[in-house]
């Protein structure tokens, strides 16, 4: 189970990886992003993939073309229809029609200079050793594929007569109809996708800086955590020395982007990519459930309240199947009144406790939780979000703190604006 539609990946994350020429690679990026493995293994070997690409970044970094020749060779390869190409007929019917042989030409020669290029500069260059076997094998079918076009050879002809010759578009039409016949068309088009789609994640990544998480079974730290959208972001050390972490601040501290900055984290190692941090190590989770942005839904007729209650309840019953949970609730139970909240409050704390191979972030306004036992007695971490009075005013450093924050601002601040003369 993944509730992750608070983090806005689609919308706000995706963008930072996408730098794609084509709609159809587009859809490949927004696929390995928005689609995370589910399996260990195949974490890993998209992490191995994207650390291949990483490694021979000097080769591609200036990898471009035309979005216009691609779209253009796509819809010609869409054309061909199987088993009905004669040689003899097409060189009768471009010798008498210069229409047809105009646009086959054109099309052709944009074929030659396209594969060459992509062929010749980027991926008969690619060290291939770099990559997982299987992968590699992938890339060679891709190069074989450009390859037996002889574009090479096609390329020569055209810078030197600036043209090409009936007999050459009947030679590269044949080979067309051919690849298209045995199925080899489509599973290049699903190559290119993917290779391009890996191409642009490794730019993101490279461009931004972020690296990739280890996984290990009972260790949770994340360092030079951020969120990557901000402009200047203060970065943050964590580490889970329990499986309930109990996060206090005032109001604007910056608990919610903190929470995020983690579940991004989370999320991206799980989707094989790499994070907004300097070092991550984490366990691997079956569920992650982020619960930042609720609100009330007119569709389904919940409250506020009520759709905390559903999305602890569908984390509650993942843990008690035995699976690990990596879950965030931002001001837990803020949907009800504070006595229900208090109480409720305790109790599922005390209970989450139990589950000792999830994660449970919680963020609280709930200043009487700090009686509990299970926080005097250490078996709850708390952490703050820094805020210091300078002169009676609120500085927000945005920096983590081990133990908890006390400080109320809302008054200061209430006070500061002149609410209080306007009311009296």
Known sequence: MANT?????????LPLFDFTFNVFSGKAVRRLIMEPPGKMEEILYRHKILKGYIANYEIWKDYSFSRFNLAEIYDFFQTFG????????????????EKERAQRRGRLILLVRLFSKIQADYLGKIDTTL?????????????????????????????????LQVVHIVELMAIITEKVTNGQVESFWNRWFLFEAYLSISKGIAAHGFVFPSFETSAFSIQGLYHPLLKNPVTNDITATRNVILLTGPNMSGKSTFLKSVSLCVYLGHAGLAVPATKAVIPF?????????????????????????????????????????????????????IEDALEISMATIKGLTKFTNSYFFISTHLHQLKAMEEINNGKVATCFIECQLEEGIPTFTYKLKEGWSDLKIGRILFEKEGLNEMLK
């Open 5 to 13: 539609a608070d983090l806005h990946i689609e919308d706000e994350i």
């Open 82 to 97: 199987e088993g009905d190409f004669s040689a003899e007929n097409m060189k009768w019917k471009l010798r008498f029609s």
């Open 131 to 163: 990559f997982p076997p299987e992968y590699a094998a992938e890339l060679d079918l891709l190069n074989r594929f450009l390859l037996d076009f002889n574009v090479a050879h096609y390329e020569k002809i055209y810078e030197k007569k600036k043209t």
């Open 285 to 337: 989770f079956d569920n992650i459930s982020v619960a930042i942005n609720l609100t009330d839904s007119i569709v389904s007729g919940y409250s506020h309240f009520m759709t905390e209650i559903i999305t602890l309840k569908n984390v509650v019953e993942e843990a008690l199947q035995g699976k690990k949970c990596f879950a965030v609730f931002d001001e837990l139970f803020r949907g009800t009144n």
